[in-house]
């Protein structure tokens, strides 16, 4: 694939709840976007989630993952989990398949915050909020290294491991300084739990000091996770660049997304960074959010995290003027009101993204 892609292949799968309302949203900006710049697009959607599950027993066959790793570009992918499957266990292997068996190793999560009044801290401005967070995604707790014993009797006992390798580590924390670097960030923050987890966050503590020592422009601070939830409440302005494990990042996140005006404006792109590609899958890219099933089927949900994370696709496939262009947009809809309720509108989920594809043919 050349630097910036005129002709690729996405593979969709919308999921559970509202996953497939986004996920159509999303879809109509690409195929507005691939009309208007003459770039070859083809959206292959796949019938994987709860559904599908429910019906055959499928969630994700090794020969669709092969088949995604070979023939697509990216992944875009709604949300998935049904409270009609208890465990969500097709949501695990669909997300996981993509997230671990992709070796997707870093969830880059960009938190910023587009309109003033979707700010919730009272002494911030919006523009006080801008940071992204790389989350560590093939390793840690998610491995589900562990199990029961005695299940079910009053002696249970139930493990799962941390699970934190050299090279795991340092591939994100890498990829993190790298992110700064290229950005012109001026710092970056690596938080852990050292002080509690002393084996497994020694390790990240000690990468991180290596590492940095790499990169003596950038500023470097470790910062417990705990302190990081208090600091990102209290003055979210010196945040440039989060590196976190798993977890963490997954917890971080969400708080994050509060700073962003809720879980439906945040986005994220499960990737190997520039410099790390190998053959033709850029990444999985995906809402922060889940499925909402409440919502579901209501025409409410907010489909600007899925805007946003087209964003990100595109940009993962040479065109980052496309990503500033979305985003810009998505900014000037909260302006103007031509939102979903969730961020203070009154429009639908198909209005507003109808209302994106407009301006993008209006130039
Ligand atoms: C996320 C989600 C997932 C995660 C769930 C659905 C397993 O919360 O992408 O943030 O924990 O990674
Ligand atoms: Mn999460």
């Not at 915050?113 to 006080?128: E, F, H, N, S, V």
């Not at 001026?186 to 509690?196: E, F, I, L, R, W």
């Not at 470790?222 to 990102?232: K, N, S």
Request: hydrophobic share 45%; with cysteine.
């Amino acid at each position: 694939m050349s630097e910036a892609a005129t002709s690729f292949r996405v593979t969709v799968i919308g999921g559970d709840g509202i996953g497939p309302e986004v996920t159509a949203v999303g879809m109509d900006v690409l195929r507005t976007l691939a009309e208007l710049r003459g770039w070859a697009l083809a959206l292959d959607v796949l019938d994987l989630g709860a559904e599908r599950y429910l019906r055959d027993g499928t969630t994700f066959p090794d020969e669709v993952a092969a088949r995604i790793a070979e023939e697509s570009d990216a992944v875009l992918l709604g949300a998935l989990g049904d409270p009609r499957v208890p465990g969500n266990q097709h949501a695990r292997d669909i997300l996981f398949g993509l997230r671990f068996g992709m070796d997707l190793y870093c969830n880059v999560r960009p938190v910023q915050c587009l309109a003033d009044r979707l700010m919730p801290l009272k002494a911030y401005a919006a523009a006080d909020v801008d940071f992204t967070v790389f989350r560590e995604n093939t390793e840690g707790i998610y491995v589900g290294m562990g199990g029961h014993f005695k299940k079910g009797t009053p002696d249970e006992i139930a493990i799962q491991e941390d699970v934190n390798s050299r090279k795991g580590v340092e591939r994100v924390i890498r990829a993190a300084f790298a992110h700064a670097t290229r950005t012109g960030a001026g710092s970056v923050h690596m938080a852990d739990k050292h002080n509690a987890m002393v084996h497994a966050h020694e390790l990240w503590l000690r990468v991180f000091r290596e590492v940095a020592a790499e990169y003596p422009e950038l500023e470097a601070h470790h910062v417990y996770v705990d302190a990081l939830c208090l600091y990102l409440v209290q003055d979210p302005r010196p945040f440039e660049v989060i590196v976190t494990c798993n977890l963490f990042g997954d917890i971080v996140t969400d708080l994050a997304a509060a700073l962003q005006g809720g879980m439906g404006m945040a986005a994220s792109a499960n990737v190997r960074p520039p410099g790390d590609e190998r053959g033709r899958l850029r990444g999985l890219f995906e809402p922060v959010h889940g499925s909402a099933p409440p919502l579901a089927g209501q025409d409410v949900a907010n489909p600007f995290a899925t805007v946003l994370t087209v964003g990100q696709l595109l940009a993962h496939l040479g065109h980052p003027h496309e990503d500033a262009r979305l985003r810009a947009l998505v900014q000037r809809g909260l302006a103007e009101g031509k939102c979903t309720r969730d961020v203070g509108g009154e429009l639908g989920t198909k209005a507003v993204g109808a209302w994106v594809c407009d301006q993008l043919r209006s130039g």
